[in-house]
T-cell receptor, first 117, second 115 residues
Framework: NAGVTQTPKFRILKIGQSMTLQCTQD?????MYWYRQDPGMGLKLIYY???????DKGEVPNGYNVSRSTTEDFPLRLELAAPSQTSVYFC????????????????FGPGTRLLVL | QKEVEQNSGPLSVPEGAIASLNCTYS??????FFWYRQYSGKSPELIMS????GDKEDGRFTAQLNKASQYVSLLIRDSQPSDSATYLC???????????????FGSGTQLTVLP
């Protein structure tokens, strides 16, 4: 199992450009998440999904969009990139939601480092 | 008040010592608590979860939870240089639905174990 994979590893965007961060998991997990981590900070939840076709906003959704057409994939779309979106983006997945023991454990991908200039 | 607070550190301990990491949270009804380790430039990995008051031990790691005082701590015994990392406390804060039931992370404590 590859676990959670993310592409690209690193990207530089100009202000106003758009891009899609890809996330794929091969563990047949229902739950998937997108976080951003700014330097010296913890992770903040952007969006999450509880299954194909179902997504919901997290703490910091502005400037982002997501879709979940399959169990495996959960892409994150940045429209009109801004310097404030410079960050490291982590995708994660879990079998279930927290409160359900080990099934709620979140597994993280390696991250995408994004620089907006 | 931040929802999940940690001392940012850095915390330095000599090899073989006990490292003590602390975390406080704001929501009295929180039920699930986690410690993640994050090496520089890497993704977080879960090292401990705790749901009940008291201690939970796993090898050199012990998580301690006190819901009345709203704090959770992580003890690392016999600290090794390979334990040098940032430790993130994460809490499922109270709330009936939606993102309120998702993980909220502290900003992390940077630990350095000196050889």
């Amino acid at each position: 199992n590859a676990g959670v994979t993310q592409t690209p590893k690193f990207r530089i965007l100009k202000i106003g450009q758009s891009m899609t961060l890809q996330c794929t998991q091969d563990m047949n997990h229902n739950y998937m998440y997108w976080y951003r981590q700014d330097p010296g900070m913890g992770l903040k939840l952007i969006y999450y999904s509880v299954g194909a076709g179902i997504t919901d906003k997290g703490e910091v959704p502005n400037g982002y969009n997501v879709s979940r057409s399959t169990t495996e994939d959960f892409p994150l779309r940045l429209e009109l990139a801004a310097p404030s979106q410079t960050s490291v983006y982590f995708c994660a997945s879990s079998r279930s939601v927290y409160g359900s023991g080990s099934r709620g454990t979140q597994y993280f991908g390696p991250g995408t480092r994004l620089l907006v200039l | 008040q931040k929802e999940v607070e940690q001392n940012s550190g850095p915390l330095s301990v000599p090899e073989g010592a006990i490292a003590s990491l602390n975390c406080t949270y704001s929501d009295r009804v929180s039920q699930s608590f986690f410690w993640y380790r994050q090496y520089s430039g890497k993704s977080p990995e879960l090292i401990m979860s705790i749901y009940s008051n008291g201690d939970k031990e796993d090898g050199r790691f012990t998580a301690q939870l006190n819901k009345a005082s709203q704090y959770v701590s992580l003890l690392i015994r016999d600290s090794q240089p390979s334990d040098s990392a940032t430790y993130l406390c994460a809490v499922v804060l109270g709330g009936s639905s939606g993102s309120a039931r998702q993980l909220t992370f502290g900003s992390g404590t940077q630990l350095t174990v000196l050889p």
